[in-house]
């Protein structure tokens, strides 16, 4: 039986509340740093006897142009359910202080969840949840890919809005180079650059000092890790390829060092 074709659950239409949202709410940016920066999310599949929604949580990365990926397990309910309907809606946050629904960043994405054996992936994974690596290849463990459909950013009172897809994920047409050179390029900068890494995160970012590292890259920006805590270097500039990434790295590293 073929799955009948759904308009997307949320599609761009501006922002909400007629469009009095304040000034310096920028939907788009603070969608990529929570999608970018997100560990785990509250993950919403439909029952297919009852048709209602079951909410878990699982974790959570990001692939190289910003879909989400998660890992789950034959054995969980979410996952029969994703694989009798594949609609799945996540919700991921950046909480802040006081009351949540004032002051945190959030965002739900709606989309379709399809298994996922890009090796690339995997590893974007694993490296932002190296514990995963004791289950990861058991066989009744999946790495999903969520294609997304839409977002609904929500950085609290009056600060909502649905933006379009191609606004927030990354267009890597003429970026091969730089994904095929990502692997590498993180294992050289945790391997013989860790110094630089930590001034991106204390220098550049205002962040606690700690052991941290890289666990991904694309052309807009770099991820970091340090225990519970992540974060996300943008880059002043678009990168596609190695040189240029490079290039980029250096300078933030020169100013990192000149900021001190």
Known sequence: MTTPSVRPAITPRG?????NA?????PVAMARTVLRTARIAALATLDPASGFPLATLTNVATDVDGSPL???SKLSLHTRNIEADPRISLLV???GKGDPLANSARLSVVGRAEHCTDPNAKRRFLARHPKAKLYADFPDFSLFRLAVLGFHPNGGFARAGEIAVGEVLLDLEGCEALIAAEDGAVSHMNEDHAEALGLYATRLMGLPEGRWKATGLDPEGLDLVCGDDAARLVFPERVSDPAALRRVLV???EKAR???
């Open 70 to 72: 998660f890992l789950a």
């Open 258 to 260: 000149a900021t001190g």
């Open 251 to 253: 300078a933030l590293a």
């Open 22 to 26: 304040p000034a310096d709410f920028e």
């Open 93 to 95: 946050s950046s909480l």
């Open 15 to 19: 922002l909400e509340l007629g469009g």
